[in-house]
């Protein structure tokens, strides 16, 4: 059974930083690319970073570059998010996505709650 489960989210006051984690199970983690999206209420789900299945391709959009970091751990089948300068407008669910080389291969998990608030 596939799981993508979320964690390390929470209520950060602006400035500040998290690290949010993805442990997978359930398929070939080190074949799968492994992104990071957000979802805002009202708004549509946006990616935040993506990196390879060997980690040495790693993408952010342009919003996100200079205070994201995506890295992966294929030991532990774990994919991290490292947060930094939080603003309020980054509050939202964080999504951690799976995707392999089959259109059938992408795996969402539950998400996890990220609050930026004073």
């Known amino acids: 059974q596939v799981q993508l489960v979320e964690s390390g989210g929470g209520l950060v006051h602006p400035g500040g930083s998290l690290r949010l984690s993805c442990a997978a199970s359930?398929?070939?983690?080190?074949?799968?690319?492994m992104s990071w999206y957000r979802q805002a209420p009202g708004k549509d789900r946006e990616l935040v970073a993506i990196?390879?299945?060997?980690?040495?391709?790693?993408n952010y959009p342009e919003s996100m570059k200079d205070r994201c970091t995506i890295s992966r751990d294929n030991a532990k089948n774990t994919v991290y998010l490292q947060m930094n300068s939080l603003k309020p407008e980054d509050t939202a669910v964080y999504y951690c996505n799976a995707r392999g080389r089959l259109p059938l291969d992408n795996y969402w998990g539950q998400g996890t709650q990220v609050t930026v608030s004073s």
């Open positions: 359930g398929f070939a983690f080190s074949n799968f690319a």
């Open positions: 990196i390879g299945s060997t980690g040495r391709t790693i």
